[in-house]
Protein backbone atom coordinates (compact mmCIF):
# COMPACT_ATOMS: atom_id res chain seq x y z
CA UNK A 1 0.00 0.00 0.00
CA UNK A 2 1.61 3.66 -1.12
CA UNK A 3 1.90 5.86 1.70
CA UNK A 4 0.06 8.49 0.43
CA UNK A 5 -3.20 6.01 0.44
CA UNK A 6 -2.77 5.49 4.01
CA UNK A 7 -5.74 6.64 5.64
CA UNK A 8 -3.62 6.83 9.14
CA UNK A 9 -0.77 9.05 7.64
CA UNK A 10 -3.23 11.40 6.38
CA UNK A 11 -4.78 12.09 9.58
CA UNK A 12 -1.47 12.38 11.00
CA UNK A 13 -0.65 15.18 8.66
CA UNK A 14 -3.85 16.97 9.21
CA UNK A 15 -3.61 16.79 13.10
CA UNK A 16 -0.37 18.31 12.49
CA UNK A 17 -1.06 20.76 10.21
CA UNK A 18 -4.24 21.45 12.46
CA UNK A 19 -1.86 21.47 15.61
CA UNK A 20 0.57 23.66 13.49
CA UNK A 21 -2.35 26.34 13.15
CA UNK A 22 -3.60 26.39 16.49
CA UNK A 23 -0.24 27.01 17.65
CA UNK A 24 0.11 29.68 14.77
CA UNK A 25 -3.03 30.96 16.61
CA UNK A 26 -1.74 31.44 20.03
CA UNK A 27 0.52 34.22 19.41
CA UNK A 28 0.12 37.77 20.56
CA UNK A 29 1.29 39.94 18.41
CA UNK A 30 0.59 41.69 15.14
CA UNK A 31 1.78 38.93 12.03
CA UNK A 32 3.94 40.43 10.36
CA UNK A 33 5.52 37.96 6.98
CA UNK A 34 8.37 37.62 9.50
CA UNK A 35 7.01 37.02 12.36
CA UNK A 36 4.75 34.59 10.48
CA UNK A 37 8.06 33.15 9.91
CA UNK A 38 9.30 32.76 13.05
CA UNK A 39 6.09 31.13 14.72
CA UNK A 40 5.65 28.65 11.78
CA UNK A 41 9.59 27.96 12.57
CA UNK A 42 8.60 27.48 16.44
CA UNK A 43 5.63 25.34 15.46
CA UNK A 44 7.62 22.70 13.25
CA UNK A 45 10.25 22.64 16.52
CA UNK A 46 7.10 21.79 18.69
CA UNK A 47 6.04 19.38 16.16
CA UNK A 48 9.94 17.57 16.05
CA UNK A 49 9.87 17.33 19.49
CA UNK A 50 6.72 15.24 19.31
CA UNK A 51 8.91 13.13 16.95
CA UNK A 52 5.85 11.84 14.64
CA UNK A 53 7.33 13.16 11.73
CA UNK A 54 10.10 12.49 9.52
CA UNK A 55 11.84 15.34 8.54
CA UNK A 56 10.39 15.60 4.64
CA UNK A 57 6.69 15.24 6.56
CA UNK A 58 7.53 18.38 9.06
CA UNK A 59 9.03 19.77 5.42
CA UNK A 60 5.80 19.60 3.72
CA UNK A 61 3.59 20.38 6.94
CA UNK A 62 5.79 24.43 7.01
CA UNK A 63 5.40 24.11 3.49
CA UNK A 64 1.60 23.60 3.19
CA UNK A 65 0.44 26.27 6.30
CA UNK A 66 2.53 28.76 4.91
CA UNK A 67 1.42 28.39 1.05
CA UNK A 68 -2.33 28.51 2.79
CA UNK A 69 -1.31 31.47 5.23
CA UNK A 70 0.18 33.43 2.05
CA UNK A 71 -2.78 33.00 -0.02
CA UNK A 72 -4.98 34.19 2.75
CA UNK A 73 -3.45 36.89 3.46
CA UNK A 74 -3.60 37.83 -0.09
CA UNK A 75 -7.27 37.34 -0.60
CA UNK A 76 -7.66 39.68 2.28
CA UNK A 77 -5.11 41.95 1.31
CA UNK A 78 -6.68 42.37 -1.92
CA UNK A 79 -9.95 43.65 -0.42
CA UNK A 80 -11.69 40.02 -0.39
CA UNK A 81 -14.49 39.87 2.47
CA UNK A 82 -13.82 37.34 5.19
CA UNK A 83 -11.53 34.33 5.65
CA UNK A 84 -15.47 32.37 5.46
CA UNK A 85 -15.47 33.93 1.79
CA UNK A 86 -11.64 33.03 1.35
CA UNK A 87 -11.98 29.18 1.91
CA UNK A 88 -15.85 29.28 -0.18
CA UNK A 89 -17.10 26.61 1.97
CA UNK A 90 -19.71 26.55 4.88
CA UNK A 91 -17.47 27.40 7.90
CA UNK A 92 -19.85 24.93 10.11
CA UNK A 93 -18.09 22.26 8.44
CA UNK A 94 -14.79 22.52 9.78
CA UNK A 95 -13.60 22.05 12.97
CA UNK A 96 -13.84 24.84 15.53
CA UNK A 97 -10.20 25.34 16.49
CA UNK A 98 -9.32 25.39 13.05
CA UNK A 99 -12.14 28.33 12.03
CA UNK A 100 -10.67 30.18 15.38
CA UNK A 101 -7.52 29.41 14.13
CA UNK A 102 -8.08 30.93 11.12
CA UNK A 103 -9.62 34.33 12.38
CA UNK A 104 -7.34 34.95 14.74
CA UNK A 105 -4.45 34.73 12.19
CA UNK A 106 -6.58 36.47 9.94
CA UNK A 107 -7.04 39.17 12.37
CA UNK A 108 -3.20 39.20 13.71
CA UNK A 109 -1.88 39.99 10.08
CA UNK A 110 -0.85 43.12 8.92
CA UNK A 111 -1.60 42.94 5.57
CA UNK A 112 0.10 45.92 3.95
CA UNK A 113 -1.95 46.06 0.87
CA UNK A 114 0.19 48.14 -1.54
CA UNK A 115 3.04 46.31 -0.19
CA UNK A 116 1.72 43.18 -1.13
CA UNK A 117 0.46 44.03 -4.82
CA UNK A 118 3.88 45.01 -5.52
CA UNK A 119 5.39 42.23 -4.29
CA UNK A 120 3.07 40.11 -6.60
CA UNK A 121 3.76 42.57 -9.25
CA UNK A 122 7.44 41.91 -8.83
CA UNK A 123 7.36 38.42 -9.00
CA UNK A 124 5.50 38.45 -12.30
CA UNK A 125 7.88 40.98 -13.81
CA UNK A 126 10.93 40.73 -16.08
CA UNK A 127 12.16 44.61 -15.75
CA UNK A 128 11.54 47.58 -13.28
CA UNK A 129 11.64 50.89 -13.98
CA UNK A 130 15.54 52.74 -14.05
CA UNK A 131 16.70 49.86 -15.21
CA UNK A 132 18.65 50.06 -18.56
CA UNK A 133 16.52 47.37 -21.77
CA UNK A 134 17.08 46.62 -25.12
CA UNK A 135 14.87 48.62 -27.40
CA UNK A 136 11.38 46.71 -27.69
CA UNK A 137 7.74 46.71 -26.79
CA UNK A 138 7.30 45.93 -22.74
CA UNK A 139 3.74 46.02 -20.72
CA UNK A 140 3.49 47.00 -17.25
CA UNK A 141 2.50 43.97 -15.32
CA UNK A 142 -0.26 46.26 -13.49
CA UNK A 143 -2.48 47.92 -16.42
CA UNK A 144 -1.22 46.24 -19.35
CA UNK A 145 0.00 49.61 -20.70
CA UNK A 146 2.23 49.04 -23.94
CA UNK A 147 5.66 51.18 -23.96
CA UNK A 148 7.88 50.64 -27.05
CA UNK A 149 11.49 51.50 -26.34
CA UNK A 150 12.82 53.32 -29.35
CA UNK A 151 16.27 52.12 -28.49
CA UNK A 152 18.68 50.81 -25.69
CA UNK A 153 17.17 52.70 -23.04
CA UNK A 154 16.31 53.31 -19.06
CA UNK A 155 13.04 52.08 -18.53
CA UNK A 156 10.81 54.95 -16.55
CA UNK A 157 7.89 54.24 -14.69
CA UNK A 158 4.22 53.32 -16.38
CA UNK A 159 3.09 56.41 -18.20
CA UNK A 160 -0.46 55.10 -17.92
CA UNK A 161 -0.24 54.34 -13.90
CA UNK A 162 2.75 54.80 -12.30
CA UNK A 163 3.71 51.58 -11.62
CA UNK A 164 7.69 50.20 -12.19
CA UNK A 165 6.77 46.65 -13.33
CA UNK A 166 7.22 45.15 -16.73
CA UNK A 167 7.46 42.16 -19.31
CA UNK A 168 8.31 41.84 -22.94
CA UNK A 169 5.43 42.63 -24.98
CA UNK A 170 5.55 40.38 -28.12
CA UNK A 171 3.66 42.18 -31.31
Do not use: N
Not at 73 to 97: F, N, P, Q, T
Not at 117 to 136: F, I, K, N, Q, T
Amino acid sequence: MSEHKDPHHDHRLREGYERMLDRLREGAEELTWESLQKELDEAVEFEEELAEFTKDELSLLRAWVERDLKEMRRYLGAGGESVASWLGIDLSMLSRKVVESLFSIADRSVIERERLEDDLEASRADYVAGEMAAPGRMACVHCDALVELEGVTRIEPCHQCGHRYFVRAPK
